[in-house]
């Protein structure tokens, strides 16, 4: 199982970014799938999600409006689609992929699989 995230750099305020996630060895249509971040010093939060076969979404409320999640079950890849981004979205972004889930999300604990995350920095 392997799950490539890409898309992460730099960025001024108000840009957009688009991170994927391309699954190998599991399907994302089967899995409850989402975005993680980690900022220095702080806990890592779920930020976006998209559950298995039904599609239904999460968002966390900072990024609500702003973030879009999405999958495409034929190339087996999630997307990240980062709009009017701030400085408080710098982190590192994590895509996860669990069979068990939290809500909408992967619960993210011994079963899941994760990405080796993609720095995202965005400048004032």
């Known amino acids: 199982v392997q799950l490539q995230a890409s898309g992460g750099g730099l960025v001024q305020a108000g840009g957009s970014l688009r991170l994927s996630c391309a699954a190998s060895?599991?399907?994302?249509?089967?899995?409850?799938a989402g975005w993680f971040r980690q900022a220095p010093g702080k806990e890592r939060e779920r930020v976006s999600c998209?559950?298995?076969?039904?599609?239904?979404?999460y968002h966390t409320d900072s990024v609500m409006g702003r973030f879009t999640v999405s999958r495409d079950i034929a190339q087996n890849t999630m997307y990240l689609q980062m709009n009017n981004l701030k400085p408080e979205d710098t982190a590192v972004y994590y895509c996860?992929?669990?069979?068990?889930?939290?809500?909408?999300?992967?619960?993210?604990?011994?079963?899941?699989?994760w990405g080796q995350g993609t720095q995202v920095t965005v400048s004032s």
């Open positions: 996860v992929a669990d069979k068990n889930g939290w809500g909408r999300c992967p619960r993210g604990a011994h079963t899941a699989s």
């Open positions: 060895g599991l399907s994302l249509n089967d899995n409850y």
């Open positions: 998209i559950m298995r076969r039904g599609g239904l979404t």
